[in-house]
T-cell receptor
């Protein structure tokens, strides 16, 4: 079945450092891929998405490119801020199903 | 966007009691809603898919008699944790599938979650 694998955290960075959170997926066909963010005490929020190969999703300085050849959707940000501290979930969607989530990666950014 | 609400946001109950959690789509009709459970520092695990007017489809390993789901209207799904025990303590999140004619970018919108603590 479909699945999503994310790098395990926690990831601890200093402010303005470069961030990469790896995500790979297994799916039949061509799923849509997402990154969700969950800030402390809050619900899930969509961060960015990509619906087909080579698409790049971007939002709030975060980017991720849908790489079909490597079945990956790694999240990157060039310069993280303290306010980016949260749990990040990679997710996959195919029509007719529910979102399938990775285990989440906790990011902690210190000033 | 689309808004999904959950009520209550937090609940503390005694072991053996039942707790009902409501999930509402506020500005759209959702024929399909999903219930997830999130353990501390773990991913969201899909518990069941709730379809309006029909029985819910439960994921493997989820006890349907313990986690009762009712999707009686196009804007409301409820999850009832029956005879709750401390191991049921968790963060429960619902989501609603957005109809295609809404033209929204997301396929599912999530509620803010309900934190259940069973003493």
């Amino acid at each position: 079945g479909n699945s999503v694998t994310q790098m395990e955290g926690p990831v601890t960075l200093s402010e303005e450092a470069f961030l990469t959170i790896n995500c790979t997926y297994t799916a039949t066909g061509y799923p849509s891929l997402f990154w969700y963010v969950q800030y402390p005490g809050e619900g899930l929020q969509l961060l960015l998405k990509a619906t087909k190969a080579d698409d790049k999703g971007s939002n709030k300085g975060f980017e991720a490119t849908y790489r079909k050849e490597t079945t990956s959707f790694h999240l990157e940000k060039g310069s993280v801020q303290v306010s980016d501290s949260a749990v990040y979930f990679c997710a996959l969607y195919q029509a007719g199903t529910a979102l399938i989530f990775g285990k989440g990666t906790t990011l902690s950014v210190s000033s | 966007g689309a808004v999904v609400s959950q009520h209550p946001s937090r609940v503390i109950c005694k072991s053996g009691t039942s707790v009902k959690i409501e999930c509402r789509s506020l500005d759209f009709q959702a024929t399909t809603m999903f219930w997830y459970r999130q353990f501390p520092k773990q991913s969201l695990m899909l518990m069941a898919t709730s379809n309006e007017g029909s029985k819910a489809t439960y994921e493997q390993g989820v006890e349907k008699d313990k986690f009762l789901i009712n999707h009686a209207s196009l804007t409301l799904s409820t999850l009832t944790v029956t005879s709750a025990h401390p191991e049921d303590s968790s963060f429960y999140i619902c989501s609603a599938r957005v109809p295609r004619d809404r033209g929204l970018k997301e396929t599912q919108y999530f509620g803010p979650g309900t934190r259940l603590l069973v003493l």
